[in-house]
């Protein structure tokens, strides 16, 4: 298969398919195919001339740098697809953001994620695309699944932040009629509160969430929940 595209001429079918490759072999764990298909999908696309599929390659160059620690050379890709204007530009600066740490660059944490988060309030404000607004719901939500992982001590201008952001989620779910987000929302947020001890929200937000997905039929979502609750409920039989 592999040789075959090679041997087929330049085209945008041709770098969809690199990247697409690419991005199942990184998943795999096969980094260096997947630096290789990438990187063939990126000279075509710039041979081409288009922009879009040259910020996706440098996005998923960037995925794959990060899988094998290479901080600088993941944030030089991240850096190079947010450059470009186009449909991954934000989700390239929230890659940026996750990689200060790594980078030793932890202080600048609290600005650049009210940056990020100014950044998503000023594309809801313009944009009128409801693609791009859903992108934005879902990227408040990584953003906010991935400062759970730091401890109020660690970071103490971002103590409430999880909270806040995911109340954001919730809402702007409910503007857009996205009950999948409502439950990634409340979930999350019972999560949150779970590794906070608070045990009664905790619960309240568990069960919305349980609720949102059983009306949504979505089994995986409501075997999460269900796992969440039965966490929290032990432990307030412990506490």
């Known amino acids: 298969m592999v040789e075959r595209l090679e041997a087929a001429p330049t085209s945008l079918l041709k770098v969809n398919v690199w990247l697409t490759f690419g991005k199942k072999e990184r998943l795999l764990g096969h980094l260096s195919t997947a630096k290789t298909y990438l990187s063939a999908g990126l000279v075509m696309s710039q041979a081409l001339g288009d922009r879009a599929h040259q910020q996706a390659a440098h996005l998923y160059l960037g995925n794959a740098l ?25 989700s390239s600066q929230l890659h940026q953001l996750q990689l200060l740490p790594a980078l030793g660059q932890a202080r600048q944490l609290a600005s650049q994620v009210q940056a990020f988060v100014l950044q998503l309030e000023h ?10 607004m859903r992108t934005r ?26 909270a806040a952001f995911f109340s954001r989620v919730i809402e702007q779910g409910r503007a857009q009629g996205d009950r999948r987000a409502e439950a990634y929302g409340w979930g999350y947020w019972g999560h949150w509160a779970e590794q906070q001890a608070q045990w009664e929200s905790a619960a309240q937000k568990t069960q919305k969430a349980l609720a949102l ?9 409501v075997y999460q929940w269900q796992w969440q609750q039965g966490r929290i409920a032990r432990a307030q039989g412990d506490s």
Not at 68 to 78: D, F, I, L, N
Not at 80 to 87: E, F, H, K, R, V
Not at 123 to 129: F, I, P, Q, R
Not at 213 to 221: D, I, K, R, T, Y
């Open 137 to 162: 719901t879902y990227l408040m939500l990584d953003l906010s699944r991935w400062l759970m992982q730091y401890s109020p001590e660690t970071f103490a201008e971002l103590t409430e932040a999880p």
């Open 66 to 90: 990060t899988a094998e620690q290479q901080w600088p050379a993941a944030m030089a890709e991240y850096q190079l697809a947010a450059s470009i204007a186009g449909p991954l530009q934000l």
């Open 123 to 132: 594309t809801a404000s313009v944009a009128d695309d409801a693609m791009l």
């Open 213 to 221: 997905s059983q009306g949504l039929q979505a089994n995986e979502l």
